[in-house]
């Protein structure tokens, strides 16, 4: 059963030497090794055939055993020796019966003392040992020592009481505790010292005949086997359920954690939605305030040239701070969404540092803080995008102005060791709780309490940064001792080579765009008019279409240079008329510029694919738009 039905010839050979080494002739020496080689390759198929594992700790193997290998295969060794015996004469047909129950007794027995033992302890090795029960299992081998020596051996055949029932306690407690191995080897043992004593006229199956002594102490041999067998299957089934029943368990036990973490996740995140629509329409009021009331000045101040200035500054102002506002938002979702992608090359590091000064100056000098910069007195090269990156320091800047109180200190530290370079940005600011520093660069997460609410915010700088950091391949790390005691932000990028030195840098001249024929096509009038007087005021030729059709008309018999559409229009969107455009002879000369509010890397590749020269995103300053126009 262990090497399969190849062995069948070593089985032929091995039955057919030992039943002539007992004395049997040669015919039927060959017929009963026949019978017992033929019932090995039968037995042995039966139990291949419905999935016998030799462990036999599951009840079907046991069962398997018992009636397919014990009760069934045996009856073809005893049917065919038995029969070879009366034919060469060696015992008369009238023993026939007698013989061969015999015969079919003492082979089911060793197929369920004999064979089990073999079976359970050669696939323990082949599995890692464990001794964890390894006391217990030799006071129990002890225990049956004595025990089957006081029932078997120290009592003679006169015996008043059934004294070998006593085995049976010890079999249960191999079975139940220690498994199929124990069990087997116990029943082997009693099986062993029960023919001993027999043997010797000791022990309560001693008979009239050596023969019915022997077949009385395998019978019930059998019974105890079969017992012990199927009792630590059960048992041995018992486990497996128990333990999958505890993995099962601990598999719900940890799906609930996780979900009841996912639940507090999903209602903080809830949470930081509802402050962060709270704190957007506040942020969002904050610049329109102002607006409007520039508004209301440019009614009433008529051609006062101070007024208008001031007006002007100040519409320029929070115009900026509401599209920081927005670009911040689109710049979370594009990241978040994987649809931001950098444009790396090599850039040295101190001058993103100084570019994200500059930005971040105007914040800085308002708060009356003093600002010191740390640069190294050599070049910091890293792969870098030259938006991107002085974005990323001008949001930790902003980030410290912001929380620290008039007057403070930031400082900016630039440094590159062990192929990396380190920008540290410190204050002397209202620093972090240990809870506020945990979620400090979740989304929309702000630091709490009346201390913490200074000059507003969208809570979505810190979380752009450190995704600009991740995406350059680096990290983005904050650290505070504690409320009042300021905080320090760590940003490690790995460094790149220098690049060659080149001859000199040509001056980048400023191009102003001449005057051109330009049609505006916006289905917003409002912003279609204002763009309108704002170019005819620098000395372009301008037209209007509020529509798509009407672009075509006006484009027809206007014949512009330069036509700026808006994408998202009613019935004929900026897609259809720059194919229309293209598709025209006598307008393919004209330059498509694309002025919308969708700015995405796709929106921009459907611009170029319908034939667009360039992609602006709303609002546009009029520099940009110049040069665009140029």
Avoid at 157 to 165: D, N
Avoid at 260 to 268: H, I, K, S, W, Y
Wanted: proline share 4%; net charge neutral.
């Amino acid at each position: 059963m262990l090497r399969g039905r190849r062995l069948w010839p070593a089985i032929l050979a091995g039955a057919l030497g030992a039943n002539l080494s007992s004395g049997a002739s040669w015919p039927a020496a060959a017929c009963i090794s026949a019978g017992d080689t033929l019932e090995a390759v039968v037995g042995s198929t039966l139990l291949l055939r419905v999935g016998f594992q030799p462990a036999l700790r599951r009840l079907h193997d046991v069962a398997s055993l018992f009636l397919l290998a014990a009760c069934l295969s045996t009856i073809i060794s005893a049917t065919v020796g038995t029969t070879a015996l009366c034919l060469t004469q060696a015992i008369a047909w009238q023993q026939y019966s007698s013989y061969w129950s015999t015969w079919w007794i003492g082979d089911a027995v060793s197929d369920l003392v004999g064979a089990p033992f073999i079976f359970v302890w050669v696939d323990q090795a082949r599995s890692q040992w464990r001794f964890g029960r390894l006391t217990e299992a030799v006071l129990l081998m002890l225990a049956m020592g004595v025990l089957s020596a006081a029932v078997f051996v120290g009592h003679g055949s006169a015996v008043a009481y059934p004294v070998h029932y006593l085995i049976f306690p010890a079999v249960i407690w191999a079975a139940l505790r220690l498994g199929q191995h124990a069990t087997a080897t116990l029943v082997l043992g009693a099986l062993i010292v029960t023919i001993i004593g027999t043997l010797y006229g000791r022990g309560p199956f001693v008979g009239p005949s050596l023969n019915v002594s022997l077949l009385q102490v395998t019978l019930f041999v059998a019974v105890v086997a079969v017992t012990g067998l199927f009792l630590g299957a059960a048992t041995a089934e018992r486990n497996r359920a128990e333990r999958r029943r505890s993995a099962d368990y601990a598999r719900l036990r940890s799906s609930e954690e996780r979900l009841a973490r996912q639940a507090e996740e999903l209602a903080a995140a809830d949470r930081r939605k509802d402050e962060f629509l709270a704190v957007l329409g506040h942020e969002l009021r904050n610049p329109l305030a102002p607006l409007q009331n520039a508004l209301e000045l440019l009614a009433r101040a008529g051609s006062d040239p101070a007024i208008l200035n001031q007006v002007r500054g100040l519409m320029e102002r929070q115009m900026r701070h509401l599209v920081r506002l927005v670009d911040d938002l689109l710049d979370v979702a594009r990241i978040r969404s994987g649809k931001i992608v950098l444009e790396l090359e090599r850039v040295e590091l101190s001058a993103m540092i100084s570019s994200a000064v500059e930005l971040a100056r105007p914040q800085i000098d308002a708060r009356d803080h003093k600002l010191e910069v740390e640069l190294p007195t050599h070049d910091v090269w890293i792969q870098g995008d030259r938006t991107r990156l002085p974005q990323l320091l001008t949001n930790l800047l902003n980030n410290s102005a912001k929380y620290s109180q008039t007057g403070g200190l930031i400082t900016v530290s630039c440094s590159s060791e062990a192929q990396q370079a380190t920008v540290r940005v410190r204050d002397t600011g209202i620093g972090m709780t240990p809870e506020a520093l945990a979620n400090v660069f979740e989304l929309f997460a702000q630091a709490a309490g009346p201390q913490h609410t200074v000059q507003g915010g969208l809570g979505v700088g810190l979380s752009l940064a450190r995704s600009i950091a991740e995406l350059h391949g680096g990290t983005l790390t904050a650290r505070s001792e504690g409320p009042g005691k300021g905080s320090e932000f760590l940003l490690q990028l790995p460094l790149s080579r220098a690049p060659e030195r080149s001859g000199g840098h040509a001056a980048a001249a400023a191009r102003v765009a001449a005057e051109r024929r330009i049609l505006i096509v916006d289905d917003n009038i409002d912003a279609a008019d204002s763009l309108g007087i704002m170019l005819a005021h620098a000395g372009h030729e301008v037209r209007i279409a509020y529509g798509g059709r009407q672009a075509l008309e006006t484009a027809a018999r206007f014949t512009p240079d330069t036509m700026i559409l808006d994408l998202g229009m009613p019935e004929m969107d900026g897609y259809a008329v720059a194919r229309a455009v293209r598709s025209n002879p006598q307008l393919r000369h004209v330059r498509l510029i694309a002025l919308s509010g969708y700015g995405q890397e796709e929106d921009r590749r459907r611009t170029s694919a319908a034939g667009f020269d360039q992609h602006l995103v709303k609002p546009v300053m009029f520099d940009v738009l110049n040069r665009a126009l140029s």
